[in-house]
């Protein structure tokens, strides 16, 4: 193992990457990274600062130095997302956001910015990471690397429980179409 062990959890939307991650980073009492909140907090700082979700310089600067922290309270809960002084885990989950973060997302710039920020986690005593590309071109040394899979019908399900938590009303067969 590395000085600073990584474990990578990757796979599509839905198939449980988060639960799957927080819980193994409770249990080892790791550090955790969920890739994709930094896309969107990154979408919601642009969007406090008035910077276009096209500004690739703008974007990239911003991305640098990105106050973002996951947090939990107790043990049991998973992660509340903080930036910078504010807890934004709710708002992040709109549909706007994530709309702007595939956006942001999908400029090379921004995404450079990110990888060096995501890599800034690994730290003491390891790190336990959620999102894809993770063992591929963020850790592509990890540990260990897991790649989870499920059926459009359960990743529908799942982000429609997601969705309705956040009273994000969505029709679940709409949901498994565009899964498929």
């Known amino acids: ?53 096209e500004n690739e310089a703008e974007l990239t600067d911003l991305a640098s130095h990105l106050d973002v922290k996951f947090v939990s309270a107790h043990s049991w809960e998973p992660p509340r997302t903080w930036l910078g002084g504010l807890d934004v885990s709710d708002i992040i989950r709109t549909e706007k956001v994530g709309n702007a973060a595939s956006k942001v997302g999908a400029l090379p710039r921004v995404r450079l910015a990110l990888l060096d920020r995501q890599r800034a986690f690994r730290g003491p005593p390891g790190l336990v990471t959620d999102g894809r590309d993770m063992g591929t071109i963020v850790f ?10 499920a059926s459009p019908e359960e990743r529908a399900l799942r982000r429609f429980n997601q969705l309705k ?16």
């Open 1 to 53: 193992m590395t000085q600073n062990p990584v474990i990578t959890i990757d796979g599509a939307s839905g198939t449980g990457k988060g639960v799957v991650t927080h819980r193994i980073a409770r249990q080892l009492g790791w550090n955790l990274l969920d890739s994709g909140v930094l896309y969107r907090v990154l979408a919601l700082d642009a969007d406090k600062h008035g910077i276009s979700f």
């Open 140 to 149: 592509p040394d990890a540990d260990i690397k897991v790649f989870l899979t």
């Open 165 to 180: 938590e956040l009273n994000i009303h969505v029709n679940l067969g709409d949901l498994v179409v565009e899964l498929r």
